[in-house]
T-cell receptor, first 115, second 109 residues
Framework: GAGVSQTPSNKVTEKGKYVELRCDPISGHTALYWYRQSLGQGPEFLIYFQGTGAADDSGLPNDRFFAVRPEGSVSTLKIQRTERGDSAVYLC?????????????FGNGTRLTVT | RKEVEQDPGPFNVPEGATVAFNCTYSNSASQSFFWYRQDCRKEPKLLMSVYSSGNEDGRFTAQLNRASQYISLLIRDSKLSDSATYLCVVNSGNEKLTFGTGTRLTIIP
């Protein structure tokens, strides 16, 4: 079946611009996670949704970052006034229940480059 | 102190050898543990969960030591296809998986 789909696969933007990253989880998965990964590092937690609500957004680095999941399926990560330090691979993952009980299925990621 | 710590390596190991990685975690309340595998420029994928009694999946053995707060991964009879980064992952009961930096393994023919 279809896996987690993330678009775009690559995004190059100028410092100060706004970007949106999209994640389409596996059908029927209620839990959705956003992570970001810098070179040589492990994935860093950003936010977790259970259904439509953000159950834990403690990993969002500052108020320039925001994520939504209005219908409990597709999620969008939004970054305002991008900075060069935001450059990373943004990974989305979904899970049939929660990460405690079932594995995370990751998408291929969006590679964001801020110039 | 980082919540999850791993030796980043790299580990360069001849084909057929046995290799082991350890990972330590700081939160004694952590309740579930996993090893994920990540190939170069690919997404992480679950390799195996780690159970309290230890568990084995083919050539892979995972163990948990709660007293010392570490988990381990042992790979026997290593294959070229085992070359990857191995990520130690801990869930502290809040549904948030915390990843280590990963241990890079290269199997040498």
């Amino acid at each position: 079946g279809a896996g987690v789909s993330q678009t775009p696969s690559n995004k190059v933007t100028e410092k100060g611009k706004y970007v949106e990253l999209r994640c389409d989880p596996i059908s029927g998965h209620t839990a959705l996670y956003w992570y970001r990964q810098s070179l040589g590092q492990g994935p860093e937690f950003l936010i977790y949704f259970q259904g439509t609500g953000a159950a834990d957004d403690s990993g969002l680095p500052n108020d320039r970052f925001f994520a939504v999941r209005p219908e409990g399926s597709v999620s969008t990560l939004k970054i305002q006034r991008t900075e060069r330090g935001d450059s990373a691979v943004y990974l989305c993952a979904s899970s049939i229940r929660t990460a405690f009980y079932s594995p995370l299925h990751f998408g291929n990621g969006t590679r964001l480059t801020v110039t | 102190r980082k919540e999850v710590e791993q030796d980043p390596g790299p580990f360069n190991v001849p084909e057929g050898a046995t290799v082991a990685f350890n990972c330590t975690y700081s939160n004694s309340a952590s309740q579930s543990f996993f090893w994920y595998r990540q190939d170069c420029r690919k997404e992480p994928k679950l390799l195996m969960s780690v159970y309290s009694s230890g568990n084995e999946d083919g050539r892979f053995t995972a163990q948990l030591n709660r007293a010392s707060q570490y988990i381990s991964l042992l790979i026997r009879d290593s294959k070229l296809s085992d070359s990857a980064t191995y990520l130690c992952v801990v869930n502290s009961g809040n549904e948030k998986l915390t990843f280590g930096t990963g241990t890079r393994l290269t199997i040498i023919p």
